[in-house]
């Protein structure tokens, strides 16, 4: 049995999506003859904690953690701080003076994020491991970027065979514009990501426009989706027409003309049938605007719940949305629970950045349909119809066989293809 370390930040009890691809991943390699260890952080700082996550890491499992220097631990206590951590980085028009400071120095002096302090220590840490233990190949996972630098420095001093997980593009990503870079530093991230990407053995990305974006810089560039793992029980379905979004909304996913439409759709006593649920981080500035909104009765606020939680309510919903933000940088990369919402079997309305690889995934399961922001008239008429058929007692579900091949299984058995090959590479 081959044996393979995976570095990776983000690992139980931290929740969030980061945490979800690697977790289901080591399930399944010793399927493929593939011994899995995980090296992760000790006493990490994570910005969301999901204790349940914790009883999905088999026991078998060997994992490896070495303590990490956060600075994340030391800073004020400030709201916009704890929105940043979890991903939610106002655009500069709405900084203040002080947070467009802060972000100034966190973008030009932690390079290429805050977890750098971990890497000097890991790669000497593992230096004696990987000798020690008969290790194959290593995968860094990221982001956090610094830790594909753990990988590139330990290819560097001892030549192992390594490969390197994207699930986002690095320097297209629009939060690195809102830290308000200097030229020099947004050379530095380029610099830094191009190094990794000529230097792996393999890069795994997770969408087909990364794919193509990285083929630019390097050949051996594999696409291996995410996907879903769990059992779709049979839950009873919300007695409402309840329209859910499970995962963080703030300003920039704002969809104001879908509000709009859905006022128009539900005028007057229609808002009775109306249940709509925001099931994770919603920004108060949202909440603020949808409480002036007509339908204001029908909206229900979970907040941040656990994965076995937010399976539950999607598999109840009549119909799930997703939102991303309207801008080309979003459109690299495929939200981490859309495939958990087309194992829900439950119809999905998707908004989004008109180049998003969405569209093409939800037409070829016919799981949904896609809009971009200028689309409210077709979205207004697509929402109709699923009303309609609500209310004739047609529970909409979808069976399509097609997304079997997005199951964490199927796509583990593509992952030990790659990491075979890489092995084998003389």
């Known amino acids: 049995m081959k044996r393979v370390l995976i570095i990776s930040y983000y690992w139980p009890p931290s929740g969030g999506p980061g945490v979800q691809r690697w977790l289901k991943f080591v399930k399944y390699l010793p399927e493929y ?24 890491v088999d026991t078998y499992l060997k994992v490896i953690s070495y303590p990490i220097t956060e ?5 004020p206590k400030f709201e916009f701080l704890k929105s940043a951590r979890a991903g939610n980085i106002s655009i500069p028009a709405n900084q203040s003076f ?7 120095i966190r973008g030009n002096l932690f390079i290429p994020d805050m977890k750098i302090f971990w890497k000097n220590s890991s790669v000497n840490f593992l230096s004696d491991y990987i000798s020690k233990n008969n290790i194959d190949a290593i995968i860094t996972t990221g982001p956090p970027h610094s830790v594909h630098l753990i990988g590139l420095e330990l290819k560097r001093k001892l030549d192992v065979k390594w490969i390197s997980d994207f699930r986002d593009p690095w ?12 030229s020099s530093s947004k050379k530095s991230h380029k610099s ?8 792996s053995d393999a890069v795994i990305v997770t969408s087909e426009k990364l794919k193509n974006l990285f083929l630019n810089i390097t050949t051996n560039v594999f696409k ?37 439409v859905l006022e128009e759709l539900f005028d007057g006593s229609l808002f009775s049938d109306l249940q709509i649920n925001f099931i994770g981080n919603t920004s108060e500035k949202i909440k603020k605007e949808l409480s002036k909104r007509k339908f204001k009765k029908s909206i229900k606020f979970y907040d941040y719940v656990d994965y076995n939680k937010a399976t539950e309510l999607m598999c109840s919903s009549q119909v799930l949305l997703m939102v991303e933000v309207n801008d080309e ?17 439950r119809p999905i309305i998707s908004i989004g950045p008109t180049d998003s690889e969405v569209a093409q995934i939800l037409n070829n399961t016919a799981s949904g349909k896609f809009f971009n922001y200028h689309e409210a008239h077709s979205l207004k008429s697509h929402i109709k119809k699923l009303y309609d058929r609500f209310k004739n007692g047609s529970n909409n579900s979808n069976t399509n066989q097609s997304i079997e091949k997005y199951n964490r299984k199927n ?9 075979g090959l890489v092995i084998r590479k003389s």
């Open 33 to 56: 003859n593939i011994e899995p260890i995980l090296f992760v952080p000790k006493n990490a700082n994570y910005p969301l904690i999901d204790n349940s996550l914790e009883d999905q």
């Open 71 to 75: 600075i994340s631990k030391f800073l």
């Open 98 to 104: 002080f947070q467009k400071v802060f972000f100034f």
């Open 171 to 182: 320097v297209n990503l629009n939060y690195l514009n809102r830290f308000h870079l200097l």
């Open 192 to 199: 830094l990501r191009n190094k990794v990407l000529i230097n």
């Open 224 to 260: 291996i989706t995410n996907g879903f793992d769990y059992i779709n029980k049979e839950i009873n379905l919300d007695k409402k027409f309840s329209i859910s979004h499970v995962g963080s909304l703030y300003p920039e996913r704002n969809p104001k003309f879908l509000w709009d």
């Open 329 to 345: 940088e979003s459109s690299y990369a495929i939200p981490g629970k859309l495939f958990d919402y087309l194992n829900s079997k």
């Open 411 to 419: 796509l583990t058995r593509g992952l030990s293809e790659i990491i």
